[in-house]
């Protein structure tokens, strides 16, 4: 194991995040940053329509699940993987094919999303330049499926990464919904470039 792994797994294994998600029910620390969005921006209600982008191992599926109830519906889409969660329709592949991103929208049988989270990470590979890109790929491709199964209303909450595009992005965002604004949830490592825009009330 290089010296840079053996100090990232030693930060891991520190983290209170980490050690609070091993003592819960959820299967990742990301729950907590999607608790801390919830409680501050009331995101989730019983009965809702819950998109996960993204969703594995499952701890943000696990969250809005059980904050939607079961008279609301949570669909999980991401190409690895995940174990089931009760009243979670999870969608296995790449968000970015044409074919999933059908299938993700043909899922919702018509209905209109009430919330689309999107916690996608592209494999980053710690050059700036290119991380930002693909992450950003990735976010256009969320605005469009959001912009083709939000309600009127309805809100987007998505993980990005600071870079140069941003300025523009959050312009889109801007034309198509009533207020954005950027959230950076303490369970998110402070040193990392990752932060969360919301984006309220969808202007269909
Ligand atoms: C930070 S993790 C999500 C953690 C999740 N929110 C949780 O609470 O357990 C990011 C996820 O994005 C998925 N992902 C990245 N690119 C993807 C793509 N193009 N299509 C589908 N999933 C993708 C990865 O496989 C990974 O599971």
Same mark, same amino acid.
């Given at each position: 194991?290089?010296?840079?792994?053996k100090?990232r797994?030693?930060?891991?294994?520190?983290?209170?995040?980490?050690?609070q &998600? =091993?003592?819960?029910?959820?299967? !990742?620390?990301?729950?907590?940053? *999607?608790?801390?969005?919830?409680?501050? $921006?009331?995101?989730?209600?019983?009965?809702?329509?819950?998109?996960?982008?993204?969703?594995?191992?499952?701890?943000?599926?696990?969250?809005?699940?059980?904050?939607?109830?079961?008279?609301?519906?949570?669909?999980?889409?991401?190409?690895?993987?995940?174990?089931?969660i009760?009243?979670?329709?999870?969608?296995?592949?790449?968000?970015?094919?044409?074919?999933?991103?059908?299938?993700?929208?043909?899922?919702?049988?018509? &209905? =209109?999303?009430?919330?689309?989270? !999107?916690?996608?990470?592209?494999? *980053?590979t710690?050059?700036?330049?290119t $991380?930002?890109?693909?992450?950003?790929?990735?976010?256009?491709?969320?605005?469009?499926f959001?912009?083709?199964?939000l309600?009127?209303?309805g809100?987007l909450?998505?993980?990005?990464?600071?870079?140069?595009?941003?300025?523009?992005?959050?312009?889109?965002?801007?034309?198509?919904?009533?207020?954005?604004?950027?959230?950076k949830?303490?369970?998110?490592?402070?040193a990392?470039?990752?932060f969360?825009?919301?984006?309220?009330?969808y202007?269909v």
């Amino acid at each position: 194991m290089s010296t840079g792994s053996k100090q990232r797994r030693k930060e891991h294994e520190r983290d209170p995040y980490v050690k609070q &998600a =091993r003592r819960s029910d959820y299967r !990742s620390r990301a729950t907590f940053k *999607l608790q801390e969005l919830n409680e501050k $921006d009331k995101l989730l209600k019983p009965g809702q329509t819950v998109v996960d982008l993204g969703a594995a191992p499952g701890s943000w599926s696990q969250y809005a699940a059980q904050r939607v109830g079961p008279s609301g519906k949570v669909i999980a889409v991401d190409m690895l993987p995940m174990e089931p969660i009760r009243n979670v329709q999870f969608i296995q592949g790449d968000f970015t094919n044409d074919a999933v991103f059908r299938r993700c929208v043909d899922a919702l049988a018509g &209905a =209109r999303a009430d919330l689309v989270i !999107s916690d996608l990470s592209p494999n *980053l590979t710690g050059i700036r330049v290119t $991380d930002q890109a693909r992450s950003m790929q990735l976010a256009e491709r969320v605005l469009e499926f959001a912009c083709l199964t939000l309600a009127a209303n309805g809100n987007l909450l998505i993980k990005v990464f600071e870079g140069a595009d941003m300025e523009e992005y959050r312009r889109k965002l801007v034309q198509r919904f009533q207020r954005v604004m950027a959230r950076k949830p303490k369970a998110s490592r402070g040193a990392s470039r990752e932060f969360y825009v919301l984006a309220r009330g969808y202007k269909v």
